[in-house]
C-alpha cells in the first residue's frame, strides 16, 4: 500500500478484493482530514486521474458525513454525477471544450424546386454505421415537403430514435427530412470539417442523444439539450493525425463490407 499525505488530505492506493469492483472510495476520517482510497482498477493513467478526481470532488462538494463508493456500473445520481462533472472539468478546462451548439445550420429553403434542388434526404435514406448517403429521393417526384438545405460536405444526424446510430456526410446539394439536423464546422481553423462525422459517432455522443431523447414508440432528442453535448477539441496538427487514422479505418471497414456482399451474392 502506498500513502501520500498533507493537507488534511490522506491518499492510499489500495488493491480492491478480488471480484469487488470499487475503483475509489472517500471518506472524512475527522472533521479535519479525510482519506482517499484508489485501487487502480484498469490499470491505466486515465481510469486513475479520473477517478482521483472524482473521489475529490466528493469531498470538496459533498460534505463531511458521507462515505463515497465508486462502482463500475453503480447507480448514477446527483452527487455522483456532480463528481464526474467535477473531475471532467479539473481535468480538461472548459477552454478545451466545444458544444454542439454552433455547428448547427439552420438554412432553409422556400421551394427546393425554384432553388435547383434535385434530391432529398430522409431518414430512410441513412443507413446505421454508414458515413455516405448511398440513396435519395427526387424532388420532381413531388412527394416531398422538406425544406432543411443540405451542402456537401455537412454531416447528417437522424434525431429520431438516435439508438439506431444514424450519421452520414453528405456530398451532393439536397434537402432533408425534419427528423435529421444538419451540423458544420462552424470554424474550420479550430474544428477541422472532416473530425465532426466522426465526433458524431462516438459512444458517447450517442449516449447523449438518446439519454435526451422522449417519446415511446417514436422518441426524438431535442436540439436545446442535444446542443449542450460537450466533446474534447484537440489541436489541429492532432486533428489531423486522427481524421488520417479514422479515414484509413473507414475504407478498410467499406472494403470489408464490400466483399463480404459479394461473397454473399456470389
Not at 2 to 28: D, E, I, K, Y
Request: hydrophobic fraction near 40%; glycine fraction near 8%; charge should be positive.
Amino acid at each position: 500500500m502506498l500513502r501520500a499525505s498533507g493537507g488534511g488530505r490522506a491518499v492510499a492506493f489500495v488493491p480492491a478484493p478480488r471480484g469487488c469492483p470499487a475503483s475509489g472510495a472517500t471518506r472524512f476520517l475527522s472533521p479535519d482530514k479525510a482519506m482517499l482510497l484508489l485501487s487502480l482498477r484498469h490499470k491505466t493513467n486515465d481510469h486513475l486521474w479520473f477517478t482521483f478526481f472524482h473521489e475529490a470532488g466528493h469531498l470538496c462538494l459533498h460534505g463531511k458525513k458521507l462515505l463515497f463508493v465508486d462502482l463500475e456500473g453503480g447507480l448514477s445520481t446527483e452527487q455522483e454525477d456532480e463528481a464526474n462533472l467535477f473531475a471532467r472539468d479539473k481535468l480538461i478546462p472548459l477552454q478545451h471544450t466545444q458544444t454542439l451548439r454552433p455547428l448547427r445550420s439552420a438554412a432553409q429553403v422556400s421551394d427546393p424546386n425554384t432553388d435547383g434542388i434535385e434530391r432529398y434526404i430522409g431518414l430512410e435514406h441513412l443507413r446505421p454505421g454508414d458515413l455516405r448517403v448511398r440513396s435519395w429521393g427526387e424532388v420532381s417526384d413531388g412527394r416531398t415537403t422538406f425544406t432543411t438545405r443540405v451542402r456537401p460536405g455537412q454531416v447528417l444526424f437522424g434525431k429520431r430514435r438516435a439508438y439506431q446510430r444514424k450519421v452520414a456526410v453528405a456530398d451532393f446539394d439536397a434537402v432533408c427530412s425534419g427528423d435529421i439536423y444538419v451540423f458544420e464546422s462552424a470554424n474550420p481553423a479550430k474544428l477541422l470539417p472532416e473530425l465532426l462525422p466522426f465526433l458524431c459517432r462516438t459512444d458517447a455522443f450517442f449516449e447523449h442523444a438518446v439519454g435526451t431523447s422522449a417519446g415511446s414508440l417514436s422518441p426524438r432528442t431535442n436540439w436545446t439539450s442535444l446542443a449542450e453535448y460537450q466533446f474534447v477539441l484537440p489541436p489541429l496538427e492532432e486533428q489531423r493525425r486522427i481524421i488520417d487514422m479514422l479515414l484509413a479505418t473507414d475504407r478498410s471497414t467499406t472494403r470489408t463490407r464490400v466483399a463480404i456482399a459479394a461473397t454473399y451474392s456470389w
